[in-house]
């Protein structure tokens, strides 16, 4: 639809009818282009400048529009190449190959020209505002202009995890011949993509995001991604763990707005009553609750635009007459159940104790250790039903939300400041994160002066603020009492090391392992799997970090998936 013919005068109902400023469409044109751009767009350099608030409202909300074409991929990508999921039998031969590393260029989720579009079109917008217009004593664009050069920043980040070097596009390509000419230029790599987007990103941590109310009854703000979160994971991909953890530091630290982890938890219903039948949570994972921090928002319908069908691909519904195509694997299973689970129990004398619930004869095996994975999964067979085109095996991933396709969300976020605190040379304050969460009573009792006065302003928390009545450790998201829990400690070498430092040396990558346990169990499903274990591997320059656990989806080893993972070529998604 051209832009020209466009009514502006009112909020059309769906985010499918806001087209970007720039309408064009993207494509393959041979095996040597990433994209290629209707020549019909060089029009609108000359009529359309960006010139008007309403000009920029419609071009920023094209924008998430061209998102919601690569949100679901945002999932799939990440979640399949792990080792928490597998397909089904009912899988299409695409997520199938996604699953075994067999992706070629016609594999409909491998399409770069769909990240490229949305590039293309946040570059066209950024050359063509006028950041620096000032009304009535501020800057009429500045919130636009932070909030499009965050989704360009985040996109290229995706594309580089998917990919692994990409051509870096930083001006609007407005004929064919300049895409193709802009597509031959040397690929960058993931570090490279990050070190560019850190200095550009840099200048606008202070500006405030958008402010568009509601629309279709969603709160937009959350469209918007928190600059110093993304910043933070920029650094994290590229090394720069100390940046890295002051980037998320401020940003959950905030005063004007911090972010707590909160003390929702899974737990035993019946614990104090020792039976340990049925479990419970009290978190959930919507759009619309205080745990998300961003999402890119979907249509209702397939009338509308673009639907996620994330919720159709875990889960039994009727649209997918109730064959989910990806299902937990047995690895899942077996690392929710390392963890122990502890609770305190009153005596009536009023003493406590601190006890660990069974891991035998419950019943329901998907109860043991962790409970994160039990209280969010659930699979019923409800017999055989003859001549039923409908499956009677149904599974119900409740992580999934149809308004939305969650990119930030707040324990992931801490656990992220974790990592980068760890590797930042501070596994004391990393494990607090885990065991405690990070408060001025935590810092004083569990990190020790040499680690406090060394990790300085980034594990800094206002008192005031920050407690245990919002706080706590992200373990105890499901695992009880992670903060009485003697069996959940910081790891300690059996003798006493030469140095302080062989001692922090010694625990940084065995606390990692914990870390990426941790993300495991707290992110599983969402789409972070993959790119947690490709992350570290990467730090570590181990091919086994994340080929081992991978090839172990079904409980046992799959020597043919390790041979294929030991290839670091073999991580990445082939450009066309």
Excluded at 529 to 552: G, Q, S
Aim: aromatic content about 12%.
């Amino acid at each position: 639809m051209n832009t020209k013919i466009m009514n502006k005068s009112k909020w059309l109902i769906s985010l499918s009818s806001i087209i970007c400023t720039l309408s064009f469409s993207m494509m393959f044109a041979s095996c040597s282009d990433l994209m290629e751009t209707d020549s019909e767009l060089v029009e609108f350099e000359e009529d359309h400048q960006l010139q008007s608030p309403t000009d920029s409202v419609y071009s920023v909300m094209g924008i998430i529009y061209k998102l919601q074409t690569i949100a679901d991929r945002t999932v799939l990508l990440g979640e399949l190449r792990g080792d928490l999921t597998t397909t089904t039998a009912s899988a299409s031969k695409d997520l199938k190959a996604i699953a075994r590393f067999e992706i070629d260029t016609d594999n409909a989720y491998n399409r770069v020209s769909d990240y490229y579009a949305v590039i293309n079109n946040c570059n066209y917008f950024l050359a063509n505002i006028d950041k620096d217009l000032v009304k009535h004593d501020r800057k009429v664009f500045e919130s636009e202009y932070a909030a499009v050069k965050a989704y360009r920043a985040w996109t290229y980040l995706q594309l580089a995890q998917i990919y692994g070097q990409v051509p870096l596009v930083t001006e609007p390509l407005l004929t064919e011949i300049a895409s193709q000419e802009a597509m031959k230029q040397t690929p960058q790599d993931i570090t490279a993509i990050c070190n560019y987007f850190i200095d550009d990103l840099k200048p606008y941590v202070d500006t405030k995001q958008p402010t568009y109310g509601n629309i279709n009854s969603l709160n937009s703000q959350k469209f918007f991604i928190p600059v110093r979160a993304l910043l933070g994971d920029l650094c994290l991909w590229a090394g720069r763990y100390q940046e890295a953890a002051q980037y998320y530091h401020d940003f959950l630290a905030l005063r004007t707005s911090p972010v707590y982890t909160n003390v929702n938890h899974a737990y035993w219903d019946d614990a104090t009553k020792k039976e340990f039948r049925d479990a419970r949570n009290n978190f959930k994972f919507g759009v619309d609750d205080a745990e998300c921090l961003c999402y890119i928002p979907m249509e209702s319908s397939d009338f509308y635009g673009i639907r996620s069908e994330i919720n159709d691909i875990f889960n039994s519904t009727d649209l997918n007459l109730k064959y989910a195509r990806v299902e937990p694997t047995k690895r899942m299973e077996q690392l929710s159940s390392i963890p122990d689970y502890c609770y305190l129990s009153t005596n009536q004398d009023g003493s406590v104790d601190t006890l660990y619930a069974p891991k035998n004869n419950l019943e329901k095996n998907k109860y043991i250790g962790d409970l994160r994975f039990g209280t969010t999964y659930e699979y019923k067979n409800s017999g055989t039903k003859r001549f039923s085109r409908i499956s009677n095996e149904t599974q119900t991933i409740d992580k999934f939300n149809s308004s939305g396709v969650t990119i930030y969300r707040t324990n992931i976020v801490y656990l992220r400041y974790a990592e980068a605190l760890n590797r930042a040379g501070f596994p004391q304050s990393a494990f607090a994160v885990l065991k405690y969460g990070l408060y001025p009573t935590i810092v004083a009792t569990n990190v020790d002066a040499t680690e406090r006065e060394a990790a300085g302003s980034l594990i800094e928390f206002d008192q005031t603020l920050f407690s245990a009545s919002n706080t706590q450790g992200v373990h105890s998201r499901g695992s009880g009492r992670a903060d009485c829990d003697t069996l959940y400690a910081l790891p300690q070498p059996a003798a006493p090391l030469a140095t302080y430092a062989d001692s922090v040396s010694y625990q940084i990558p065995l606390v990692e392992d914990m870390i990426v346990s941790e993300m495991a169990l707290e992110g599983a499903f969402e789409g972070y799997r993959y790119y947690d274990l490709l992350r570290v591997a990467l730090r570590r320059n181990d091919p086994a970090y994340l080929a081992d656990p991978i090839c172990r989806r079904s409980g046992e080893a799959d020597e043919s998936l390790r041979s294929l993972l030991m290839d670091i070529h073999n991580w990445f998604l082939p450009l066309p």
